[in-house]
């Protein structure tokens, strides 16, 4: 069964580092999305994607983080520098319309220290 | 603006209880999707399924079932014949169709604890 894939499964990090989260979406999908969740809070959106531009981004995505999807298959989510509160479980998500549903990777734990 | 609440923080049945957890949503938008993710101990999130503002059939799937009830703005989703590994986290999320960019608003989640 296709599945959304994310590496690494955890990253510890030191502030001020730089970090890229990667994700394989599913292969005929075209929507895609960054969720976080800080540990033991709600799953939190970040950034939608489609049609290689961003199509919505939340208040907690700023000019520290950027999305790529520099070939046919990732899809990457980098923090220019990290912050202790960017400690997080970081969730990779695709759907194959805008409308259906979205299935997530197993996510990135990212440790910020 | 959009809100999901799940008020029940935390629940604990013991084994082949029935248990009900609890969504309502705030949405201004007519039409809109609704639907519920298991969270694991392992971490992963897990579809459980998709019901669009225009439907309000309730559906089963297994021991599973969910009542949608535009009246009350629920969408409450209930284990019948719990089991342990039924013990998760179980988000409620809402996506506005008219908006166009398709997020999720998840709710706080539940966190179902089913003990042997």
């Known amino acids: 069964e296709p599945e959304v894939t994310q590496t690494p499964s955890h990253q510890v990090t030191q502030m001020g580092q730089e970090v890229i989260l990667r994700c394989v979406p599913i292969s005929n999908h075209l929507y895609f999305y960054w969720y976080r969740q800080i540990l033991g809070q709600k799953v939190e959106f970040l950034v939608s994607?489609?049609?290689?531009?961003?199509?919505?981004k939340s208040e907690i995505f700023d000019d520290q983080f950027s999305v790529e999807r520099p070939d046919g298959s990732n899809f990457t989510l980098k923090i220019r520098s990290t912050k202790l509160e960017d400690s997080a479980m970081y969730f990779c998500a695709s759907s194959e319309a805008g409308l259906t549903e979205a299935f997530f990777g197993q996510g990135t734990r990212l440790t910020v220290v | 603006a959009q809100k999901v609440t799940q008020a029940q923080t935390e629940i604990s049945v013991v084994e082949k209880e029935d248990v009900t957890l609890d969504c309502v949503y705030e949405?201004?938008?007519?039409?809109?999707?609704l639907f519920w993710y298991k969270q694991p101990p392992s971490g992963e999130l897990v579809f459980l399924i998709r019901r669009n503002s225009f439907d309000e059939q309730n559906e089963i799937s297994g021991r599973y079932s969910w009542n949608f009830q535009k009246s009350t703005s629920s969408f409450n989703f209930t284990i019948t014949a719990s089991q342990v590994v039924d013990s998760a986290v179980y988000f409620c999320a809402l996506s506005e169709g008219t908006s166009g960019t398709y997020k999720y608003i998840f709710g706080t989640g539940t966190r179902l604890k089913v003990l042997a």
């Open positions: 994607f489609y049609n290689n531009e961003i199509s919505e």
């Open positions: 949405t201004r938008d007519t039409t809109y999707y």
